[in-house]
């Protein structure tokens, strides 16, 4: 029988750690956030509906998506132990240019609606890291702003070809003027994809105020206080625009775009440039072909053409095509380090990530895209080590199979 006493409080005494409180709200939930999916339950929580639905969906019926988490999720890693792993090096080499970790913050459009800091705040925290920022042509902070706002970043600018080309010509001026490092060539939008929960929330750019919007003020008060008492959300290389983003994209994007257009775009940009939106191990071969210095192998996060091929299993067959002459990246559904541990060892110089810092920012703007690099510098590290290397080139495709 096991007899019970009290502890005494001396024996009590040391078990006691209280922390002290942190007082601000904004710090106190980013410090119990410990993978994205804890940032993106914040991001939930905090943010519109329709605003977070516009990040969290995908087209169609979000098969693209779900494929490509499915991947990453039943993956296999295969360790090797007994190696010093006491130190470990996170550190890359991305189109001749040295990163403190192995991914690169991807375009994404419209993103001072997800926190009203938008895109300064993340080029800010990932120069703070280290990490290539990739500003979208539909961004709401201007090419030169931002290159202003991160001076000492590896800044990439990600390029639409608009049905207006002397536009498009003066847009790709101004990034070669503002010392941005490489073009990103996004080719997978001759139309908008379907998105269906935009549709379904009746979502526009930039959000109607509606009695429907007004009622949502009252769950998001943080956020409505920020939109209506910050800059007015606007695009920063175009008039604004009072629509659904697929409607954009169908109004702006010039579908008529093909391969002879690298040319063109070379004309204007002579850094390195990356052709973003690859689906085929032909189409890296043309593009490589056509002079691109790298390709994104992506779905664009399952938001254009639903059913598609999931990126990550291109990834080896692409890099035994083209990767003598051309890097490799990928993205889509990427949500932790060991995810992007899994690409480079299967060849990828680096992935993209997408959502997850969008929803680090909706989260708690710069302070939450802090939190995500610490959290997925972290999480690449560890992998690492559990792998048995201690440098992300050590890494070989023995360390993973595919599902
Ligand atoms: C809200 C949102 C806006 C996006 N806007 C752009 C864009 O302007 N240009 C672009 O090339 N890709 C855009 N993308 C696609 C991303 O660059 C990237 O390919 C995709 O998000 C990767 O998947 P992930 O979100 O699962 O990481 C966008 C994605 C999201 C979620």
């Not at 980013?30 to 929580?45: E, S």
């Not at 913050?105 to 120069?127: D, L, N």
């Not at 008060?221 to 290389?237: Q, Y």
Request: net charge neutral; with cysteine.
């Amino acid at each position: 029988m096991t007899s019970r006493r009290l502890l005494t409080p001396a024996e009590l005494k040391p078990l006691l750690r209280l922390a002290p409180f942190e007082l601000d709200g904004t710090r106190r939930r980013l410090a119990g956030a410990y993978t994205v999916g804890d940032l993106r339950a914040i991001a939930r929580r905090r943010t519109p509906r329709s605003v977070f639905d516009y990040v969290d969906g995908s087209a169609e019926s979000e098969v693209s998506i779900r494929r490509a988490r499915r991947v990453l999720r039943d993956l296999t890693f295969h360790p090797s132990v007994l190696h010093d792993v006491s130190t470990v090096d996170t550190s890359t080499t991305m189109l001749g240019t040295r990163t403190d970790l192995p991914y690169v913050f991807s375009p994404t459009g419209f993103t001072r609606m997800m926190h009203h800091s938008g895109e300064v705040a993340v080029a800010r925290s990932a120069q703070r890291a280290g990490v290539p920022y990739t500003l979208s042509t539909m961004g709401t902070t201007g090419i030169e702003d931002l290159a202003a706002a991160a001076p000492d970043g590896h800044n990439w600018f990600g390029f639409y070809v608009w049905k207006d080309r002397a536009s498009s010509e003066e847009i790709l001026s101004r990034v070669a003027a503002s010392g941005y490092e490489a073009l990103v060539l996004t080719v997978d939008v001759p139309v908008g994809g379907a998105r269906l929960r935009d549709n379904r929330n009746g979502f526009s750019i930039p959000p109607r105020l509606s009695l429907k919007t007004i009622a949502d003020g009252a769950m998001h008060p943080n956020w409505w206080i920020d939109f209506l008492t910050t800059e007015p959300l606007r695009f920063a290389s175009f008039d604004s625009w009072n629509d659904t983003i697929e409607a954009l994209a169908n109004h702006m994007f010039d579908p008529s775009v093909q391969l002879e257009d690298l040319a063109w775009v070379r004309q204007f940009w002579k850094g390195p440039l990356v052709v973003k939106g690859i689906q085929t191990v032909d189409d890296a071969r043309r593009v490589a072909d056509a002079g691109a210095d790298g390709v994104v192998l992506s779905n664009h996060g399952g938001r254009q053409l639903d059913r598609a091929p999931v990126p990550l299993t291109l990834v080896p067959a692409t890099v035994a095509a083209v990767g003598d002459r051309c890097e490799v990246f990928v993205d889509t559904g990427f949500s932790s380090g060991a995810d992007i541990v899994a690409a480079l060892a299967l060849g990828a110089t680096g992935v993209l990530l997408g959502r997850a810092y969008l929803y680090a920012l909706m989260a708690g703007g710069e302070l939450g895209v802090d939190r995500l690099n610490e959290i997925l510098a972290g999480q690449i590290a560890r992998t690492l080590r559990l792998l048995g290397v201690h440098a992300v080139d050590e890494l070989t495709p023995e360390h993973v199979t595919l599902p």
